[in-house]
């Protein structure tokens, strides 16, 4: 990492502390995670790409920025595909699951200064991103939704599934998110991107208050 980025993520982590010190905050922070996660449910149409961006831009009016505006927008595409359960398909992980998921990962190694030569030389960093992401959005995601498949996250909410491949069926699914409130009321009847989303950066925020560091990793794995 170079010395600017050291800084940028020293400056995320002292801004997480004053967020996750402060319950106004917190629950502003929350909030609003819900709106934008909601607005960009229709606005992007797609589980992945939308809590992607959502999860980022949510940060960065917080004062915390996980990536720079040109390298989010740069990212965008390689989201849109692992979008419906992979590719649409309705049986991988969800892409909310994926979105946040990337944000949580990149934001427990940047923060602790890893990158591609850093885990080069010690793959026992790459602990470190699985305990975030698994104690974090997977373990919600578990327990919310008892899985982590498209499918088991539509199971758990509607009691059914639908083929995404077909226009008129993801028209049918559009219709009745909206008819439960996910687009006109995205914090009392949160869609999965929108509860999502406030879920990550709420998340982030502890992460990068509280790091997981190398030293927690080995001992708790017992890690050679």
Known sequence: MTDQEKKKWKKNMDVAVSIAGDRKKRE??????YEI??????????????TFLATVDTLRE?????????????????????????GNM???????????????????LRCQGVDQKVQEQNINHRWIAFGA??????SRFLKEYSGLSCRAVTWSRFGKHWDSWDPHAKADFGREEKERGCILDTAGYPCTIARAVAWAVEDIVDLLAKPITLQDVVKDHNLV
Do not use: R
């Open 62 to 86: 917080f004062g915390i920025e996980i990536l720079k505006k040109e390298d989010e927008e740069a990212m965008f595409p390689a989201f849109v595909g692992l979008a419906g359960g992979t």
């Open 28 to 33: 502003e922070l929350v909030k609003k995670g």
């Open 90 to 108: 309705g049986i991988g992980t969800c892409g909310a699951l994926v979105g946040t998921g990337f944000c949580l990962s990149l934001s427990a």
């Open 133 to 138: 992401v698994y104690s974090n959005s997977a």
């Open 37 to 50: 996660g909601g607005a960009y449910v229709t606005t992007y149409w797609g589980c992945a790409q939308s």
